[in-house]
């Protein structure tokens, strides 16, 4: 019989893992949805091995006390869509925090999760930005789909593609919308929307370092690293860096 495409794609992968040295599950978040997160996984052929406790040789080597661009630079997807925004950013003359906070705001997006993106990705960076910079990045989640003409920010198009016309935001994000606009920084997340372009000019290359300064001045860098320092998001740091381990 024929194997599905989901058969060969774990086939594959099981090839794939038998070549590492360790065993490699991985976590439910990363395939539900691909697979019955209730179905029981498939027995690995385990004699002898270890599992997966540390780093992926799958992966680049991260220096041992990671910094913010070392995660931008072998953790991250590709970032021309945040450097793009934060140079546009400086460009309207916005001040340094806001240009941090469009240069942060998609991090989840490029290195842990999609789904509510901007909730964990102000998680992420909480313990290190101005606090207006994470309440920023956790409300542009919700400011994104609501349109403010006082700023010239309309519903983007690509909203209509993505999810179509008839898309209508959850009553929750309604709701965190209402309070968003009440808030007092309520400005900073706007412009973190109004520099959230995706219209980009393909070659237009923007250079990480070209925000070295303002990150400088603006994340509290750990100098344990990111993922060592015991904050209340080190966790994350530490997932993003070990995607694959056991436990
Ligand atoms: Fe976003
Ligand atoms: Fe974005």
Redo the contacts with the bound molecule.
């Keep these: 019989m024929a194997m599905t495409s989901l058969e060969r794609a774990e086939a594959a992968e099981h090839a794939m893992s038998q070549e590492l040295d360790r065993i490699v599950v991985k976590s439910v978040i990363y395939t539900s949805g691909d697979r019955d997160p209730r179905q029981p996984l498939p027995p690995q052929q385990s004699q002898g091995r270890l599992y997966m406790m540390g780093h992926d040789p799958r992966l680049p080597l991260m220096p041992e006390k990671p910094t913010l661009f070392d995660f931008f630079k072998y953790r991250f997807g590709p970032s021309a869509?945040?450097l793009q925004?934060a140079r546009l950013a400086k460009k309207n003359g916005v001040s340094e925090k806001i240009v941090l906070a469009?240069l942060l705001?998609?991090i989840s997006?490029m290195g842990f999760i999609r789904g509510d993106h901007g909730y964990w990705g102000a998680q992420l960076v909480e313990p290190y930005v101005d606090e207006e910079v994470s309440w920023a990045i956790r409300h542009?989640q919700v400011l994104?789909f609501f349109a403010d003409e006082s700023y010239g920010y309309k519903y983007p198009d690509s909203y209509i593609r993505l999810f179509g016309a008839d898309y209508q935001p959850e009553p929750h994000i309604q709701e965190a919308y209402r309070r968003a606009r009440e808030h007092k920084w309520y400005e900073t997340c706007r412009l973190?929307t109004v520099n959230?372009?995706?219209a980009f000019d393909p070659n237009v290359r923007v250079e990480l370092e070209e925000f070295t300064d303002v990150v400088g001045r603006h994340f509290k860098q750990p100098k344990e690293g990111l993922g060592f320092d015991q904050s209340p998001s080190a966790h994350m740091w530490r997932t993003m860096n070990h995607p694959t381990k056991y436990l």
């Design positions: 869509h945040v925004s469009c705001h998609d997006v542009h994104r973190i959230d372009l995706y």
